[in-house]
């Protein structure tokens, strides 16, 4: 009779009735605050992740306007991987064919995630591909530039170099970047 009790509570603790639980956009203490300083634009992002991870899952990828900056958010399945994220200074090229990327420049942010991967175990790609136009105002144009050998890269399209930050937030994984309006000053 317990095991039915426990089986039961389990079935309750499990239950998607209410919805998924609400999060802060940020972690505690930085979504008061805005998230972390925006960095120079001549400021590399390199944070790597320890060898032994598994690859994430690229799930979903979405560009938004906030007041002062714009937002790209790159949510996870699995782990989460390392990211290099560094304004490029020769125009962006894909990484097994080398074909030049579609961003529109004259400048182009590249975020790259380490292990990661934007296909499932079949094969079949896990978030729709090709260049996306968000034409705000910081991002013009995205464009996935690689996924190949556990390493998936994004060329984000801009206007000129600006300042950004990045953060890495959990539940569920994601790396988000934000790229300063030219001329809004730090939010």
Known sequence: MSLAVAIGIAADACSRNGGPPQRPPLPSGQAEAGGPRFLPATTIVDEPTASAVAPATVVAVRAAAHEGFDRLTVELAGSSPGYRVAWRTTPPRHCGSGEPVKATGPAWL?????????HDAEGRVSIAGGTE???????????????????????LGA??????????????????VDVEHAGSGSP
Request: net charge neutral; charged share 25%.
């Open 159 to 176: 206007p000129r170099t600006l300042p950004f930050r990045v953060m890495a937030l959990s539940d569920p994984p994601r790396v988000v």
């Open 110 to 118: 590249e975020l790259r995630l380490d292990p990661a991967q934007a």
């Open 133 to 155: 136009q968000p034409k705000l105002g910081a991002l013009r144009t995205l464009e996935l530039s690689c996924d190949f050998e556990g390493v998936v890269s994004w060329a």
